[in-house]
């Protein structure tokens, strides 16, 4: 992007064609295990009925999720279009016990949230494939998407503390649909996806989706957001023995940063005015930009390329053979708000640049059977995964003096066209990661008779991570290319138990572990010790029970859980470095999930989920022990609940209506420096009608009573969520 301006939207179809035509692939042979009847392998999450989902987005969860001992949620398409949905923090809305985190300078803003306590940040994959660059990912190419909760390392490997996301992308099928939307908004926003997909032959189609929108963001003054991608997928031998999908995706953003509005510092010394304000957000109006329209922006630059081979190798056993390769570029330059000693002028010289790149290798073989031991049924998925990934940050620095570093504007009336005279550019390379994993795993699902099954899975995960930082000498104490290189290594396990007592319902109780090395974005913390010391290691029980009503239309459960993190970093008592660490903490969050999703009448469709979460510091360690044991965990409200419903009064009009509440959370658990957001309720509405077959209008309000409200919660600053929003959408098949 010119430094200053937003840029020109390049040609990308350019670029995602290079890419879908540049794959290649290995192909592994196995050996086939005695036959029984194995149906085609696939992965699911499309709504059957309304809004219920009947099966995981995951190969490794084999069983239809009334039958999965585990909280899952999938999210479907008919949910996502009914709610107006173009974004994963929009769609994660409909999921409670999932809280909003906004960046930091060290941590970019997008998609950043914690489940059920913990940060998952770095657990959202695409298509199971881990996606750890920092950028606000589209819908507009996606299928559905499936929150999994509780510890999952046996699944994806390392993280997955709190729960993991999995964004599942549309793919070419045998089918002949054009589908093109088309959204006007009051923001000045517009929104086109245009969704294609042909048949080439007998078993071979095409698919194509384009997406280019552009707007302000509710509530938001000066915060725009721009995005132009296309997707391809192709896939042959569909419904055959041997099936070959190959996917691609571009996308290119352009946006207005935002940090949002700043803290009342909790402890400061504080103006009179500010005083009542203490620990939370000031009294200003919620849509201040204090950034620089000259001076900040953010362009991100994401490539994928997919391949995918699935041999049926005997009735019993199908291959598949997965790899991916993809990248990400970003550049920003944010103005993050920040008070000048606590009074009511806002500095400008806290400046967050980036200029990253994070790439990703990857190869997967699994192995998918379903195999017969005397009257035991084992459904088993064993495999291997080899990744490459790799982060590198260059200095993005004012190569001409930025004259905005030594001026101020009002913290209630903020300036952010000041003239901006300055000029940023890339100079030297700073940093440089890599992560290279090698696991193997295998899972079993023990059918022993038509009331239980058994469920076992283990993961071991070699992580070996080298980071290089300090690259351009910026730091005389340090060695010029100083490294930090650790090798984890890491035995991950989950088992169930589940009890059918009659067709559709069942008892389960579930463990299961996960482990977050020290370097889980490939960087690691220099400071003190902190890069050598082993990852940290958490343990979740869960019991619950799932059952469909309704003639099996309408999905419930409910589950009680415990997630304890048994070594947590925490201050070294008997070090002389205050940034010494050891893993002698402890963590705790448990609670309650309650969920629905499905129909009640033939009319009536409804989701509906509340998670209670009671978190807590159970042990600390150093000087601030005290300020720390019995706290909440950052972000982490006691309650949220999320409920939408929908009515066809008629085959061609339908309304809905929901609301999404989220509890107080506080953005640190040291109760001396810690800041609070309020809790909030905000409600939504949409009416669509059905002109024809082929054309359909439809009405969205978010935000119905323009609630005020605190959606991301950070460490200096908070983020609002948007305020009243209202669109048109037209829809049109053909």
Same mark, same amino acid.
């Given at each position: 992007?010119?430094?200053?301006?937003?840029?020109?939207?390049?040609? $990308?179809?350019?670029?995602?064609?290079?890419?879908?035509?540049?794959?290649?692939?290995?192909?592994?042979?196995?050996?086939?295990?005695?036959?029984?009847?194995?149906?085609?392998?696939?992965?699911?999450?499309?709504?059957?009925?309304?809004?219920?989902?009947?099966?995981?987005?995951?190969?490794?969860?084999?069983?239809?999720?009334?039958?999965?001992?585990?909280?899952?949620?999938?999210?479907?398409?008919?949910?996502?279009?009914?709610?107006?949905?173009?974004?994963?923090?929009?769609?994660?809305?409909?999921?409670?016990?999932?809280?909003?985190?906004?960046?930091?300078?060290?941590?970019?803003?997008?998609?950043?949230?914690?489940?059920?306590?913990?940060?998952?940040?770095?657990?959202?994959?695409?298509?199971?494939?881990?996606?750890?660059?920092?950028?606000?990912?589209?819908?507009?190419?996606?299928?559905?998407?499936?929150?999994?909760?509780?510890?999952?390392?046996?699944?994806?490997?390392?993280?997955?503390?709190?729960?993991?996301?999995?964004?599942?992308?549309?793919?070419?099928?045998?089918?002949?649909?054009?589908?093109?939307?088309?959204?006007?908004?009051?923001?000045?926003?517009?929104?086109?996806?245009?969704?294609?997909?042909?048949?080439?032959?007998?078993?071979?189609?095409?698919?194509?989706?384009?997406?280019?929108?552009?707007?302000?963001?509710?509530?938001?003054?000066?915060?725009?957001?721009?995005?132009? *991608?296309?997707?391809?997928?192709?896939?042959?031998?569909?419904?055959?023995?041997?099936?070959?999908?190959?996917?691609?995706?571009?996308?290119?953003?352009?946006?207005?940063?935002?940090?949002?509005?700043?803290?009342?510092?909790?402890?400061?010394?504080?103006?009179?005015?500010?005083?009542?304000?203490?620990?939370?957000?000031?009294?200003?109006?919620?849509?201040?930009?204090?950034?620089?329209?000259?001076?900040?922006?953010?362009?991100?630059?994401?490539?994928?390329?997919?391949?995918?081979?699935?041999?049926?190798?005997?009735?019993?056993?199908?291959?598949?053979?997965?790899?991916?390769?993809?990248?990400?570029?970003?550049?920003?330059?944010?103005?993050?708000?920040?008070?000048?000693?606590?009074?009511?002028?806002?500095?400008?010289?806290?400046?967050?640049?980036?200029?990253?790149?994070?790439?990703?290798?990857?190869?997967?073989?699994?192995?998918?059977?379903?195999?017969?031991?005397?009257?035991?049924?084992?459904?088993?998925?064993?495999?291997?995964?080899?990744?490459?990934?790799?982060?590198?940050?260059?200095?993005?620095?004012?190569?001409?003096?930025?004259?905005?570093?030594?001026?101020?504007?009002?913290?209630?009336?903020?300036?952010?066209?000041?003239?901006?005279?300055?000029?940023?550019?890339?100079?030297?390379?700073?940093?440089?990661?890599?992560?290279?994993?090698?696991?193997?795993?295998?899972?079993?699902?023990?059918?022993?008779?038509?009331?239980?099954?058994?469920?076992?899975?283990?993961?071991?995960?070699?992580?070996?991570?080298?980071?290089?930082?300090?690259?351009?000498?910026?730091?005389?104490?340090?060695?010029?290319?100083?490294? *930090?290189?650790?090798?984890?290594?890491?035995?991950?396990?989950?088992?169930?138990?589940?009890?059918?007592?009659?067709?559709?319902?069942?008892?389960?109780?579930?463990?299961?572990?996960?482990?977050?090395?020290?370097?889980?974005?490939?960087?690691?913390?220099?400071?003190?010790?902190?890069?050598?010391?082993?990852?940290?290691?958490?343990?979740?029980?869960?019991?619950?029970?799932?059952?469909?009503?309704?003639?099996?239309?309408?999905?419930?459960?409910?589950?009680?859980?415990?997630?304890?993190?048994?070594?947590?970093?925490?201050?070294?008592?008997?070090?002389?470095?205050?940034?010494?660490?050891?893993?002698?903490?402890?963590?705790?969050?448990?609670?309650?999930?309650?969920?629905?999703?499905?129909?009640?009448?033939?009319?009536?469709?409804?989701?509906?989920?509340?998670?209670?979460?009671?978190?807590?510091?159970?042990?600390?360690?150093?000087?601030?022990?005290?300020?720390?044991?019995?706290?909440?965990? *950052?972000?982490?409200?006691?309650?949220?609940?999320?409920?939408?419903?929908?009515?066809?009064?008629?085959? =061609?009009?339908?309304?809905?209506?929901?609301?999404?509440?989220?509890?107080?959370?506080?953005?640190?658990?040291?109760?001396?420096?810690?800041? =609070? *957001?309020?809790?909030?309720?905000?409600?939504?509405?949409?009416?669509?009608?059905?002109?024809?077959?082929?054309?359909?209008?439809?009405?969205?309000?978010?935000?119905? $009573?323009?609630? =005020?409200?605190?959606?991301?919660?950070?460490?200096?600053?908070?983020?609002?969520?948007?305020?009243?929003?209202?669109?048109?959408?037209?829809? $049109?098949?053909?």
């Amino acid at each position: 992007m010119n430094n200053n301006k937003r840029s020109v939207r390049s040609d $990308f179809s350019r670029s995602a064609l290079a890419l879908a035509l540049s794959a290649a692939l290995p192909v592994a042979i196995a050996h086939a295990e005695e036959a029984v009847n194995l149906p085609k392998v696939q992965v699911s999450g499309e709504a059957l009925d309304g809004y219920k989902v009947e099966e995981s987005t995951s190969i490794k969860y084999v069983k239809p999720l009334l039958d999965t001992a585990k909280t899952i949620t999938v999210i479907p398409q008919a949910l996502m279009k009914d709610r107006n949905v173009d974004s994963l923090s929009d769609a994660l809305r409909n999921v409670p016990g999932i809280s909003m985190a906004a960046g930091e300078g060290g941590t970019p803003s997008g998609d950043q949230m914690s489940i059920r306590g913990f940060d998952s940040r770095n657990n959202i994959m695409i298509d199971n494939i881990r996606d750890i660059a920092g950028y606000s990912r589209d819908t507009y190419n996606v299928e559905s998407i499936e929150v999994a909760k509780g510890p999952g390392s046996a699944v994806y490997g390392r993280g997955s503390a709190g729960g993991s996301i999995n964004l599942q992308t549309k793919t070419a099928k045998l089918d002949d649909f054009n589908d093109i939307n088309f959204r006007l908004g009051s923001e000045d926003d517009y929104r086109t996806v245009f969704d294609t997909n042909h048949i080439l032959g007998d078993t071979t189609a095409i698919r194509l989706n384009l997406l280019t929108t552009d707007g302000d963001v509710a509530g938001r003054d000066k915060v725009e957001n721009s995005n132009d *991608a296309i997707a391809l997928s192709f896939a042959t031998g569909i419904d055959t023995a041997t099936r070959f999908t190959l996917n691609a995706d571009y996308q290119k953003q352009d946006n207005q940063p935002d940090y949002g509005i700043p803290w009342v510092a909790n402890g400061g010394n504080l103006a009179p005015s500010l005083l009542p304000y203490e620990g939370g957000t000031p009294n200003v109006n919620f849509s201040n930009y204090y950034g620089n329209v000259h001076r900040d922006f953010e362009d991100i630059d994401s490539k994928s390329l997919t391949a995918m081979l699935e041999q049926d190798i005997s009735d019993s056993t199908t291959l598949r053979v997965t790899g991916r390769i993809g990248a990400a570029d970003r550049e920003s330059v944010t103005t993050a708000p920040r008070l000048v000693n606590g009074t009511t002028n806002m500095r400008l010289n806290d400046v967050k640049t980036r200029d990253t790149k994070d790439s990703l290798k990857l190869l997967q073989f699994d192995l998918i059977g379903k195999y017969q031991t005397g009257s035991i049924t084992h459904d088993v998925v064993t495999g291997i995964e080899i990744a490459e990934e790799k982060f590198e940050r260059w200095n993005y620095d004012a190569v001409v003096t930025d004259n905005l570093l030594t001026q101020t504007t009002n913290l209630y009336n903020p300036n952010s066209n000041l003239a901006f005279t300055g000029q940023y550019a890339r100079t030297d390379k700073s940093q440089e990661a890599t992560g290279d994993t090698k696991a193997i795993y295998a899972f079993d699902t023990l059918t022993l008779n038509e009331q239980w099954q058994v469920s076992l899975g283990l993961r071991y995960d070699v992580f070996d991570t080298e980071y290089y930082y300090n690259l351009d000498g910026s730091d005389a104490t340090l060695p010029t290319s100083a490294k *930090a290189d650790k090798k984890d290594e890491n035995l991950s396990w989950n088992t169930g138990v589940v009890y059918k007592p009659v067709e559709n319902g069942s008892i389960y109780a579930a463990v299961g572990t996960s482990f977050t090395p020290a370097a889980e974005d490939l960087t690691a913390s220099t400071r003190g010790n902190q890069a050598s010391l082993d990852p940290e290691k958490t343990i979740s029980y869960e019991v619950g029970t799932k059952w469909e009503l309704f003639d099996s239309r309408l999905f419930t459960s409910a589950a009680l859980f415990r997630t304890e993190k048994t070594n947590a970093l925490s201050n070294d008592p008997f070090s002389t470095d205050a940034n010494d660490r050891i893993l002698d903490g402890e963590e705790r969050v448990q609670g309650i999930e309650l969920s629905a999703a499905g129909k009640i009448t033939d009319q009536f469709t409804l989701t509906a989920a509340y998670t209670y979460q009671d978190s807590e510091v159970i042990k600390a360690t150093g000087t601030n022990r005290g300020n720390l044991e019995g706290n909440e965990l *950052a972000r982490t409200p006691k309650n949220s609940a999320s409920v939408w419903g929908r009515y066809d009064f008629t085959n =061609k009009l339908a309304a809905g209506l929901g609301a999404q509440y989220v509890g107080e959370r506080y953005n640190s658990s040291d109760i001396t420096g810690r800041e =609070k *957001a309020e809790s909030f309720t905000i409600w939504d509405a949409m009416v669509s009608y059905r002109i024809d077959e082929q054309w359909a209008l439809q009405l969205n309000g978010g935000n119905l $009573f323009n609630k =005020k409200y605190i959606n991301q919660v950070g460490g200096g600053h908070a983020i609002p969520g948007e305020g009243r929003y209202v669109s048109l959408n037209t829809s $049109f098949s053909f």
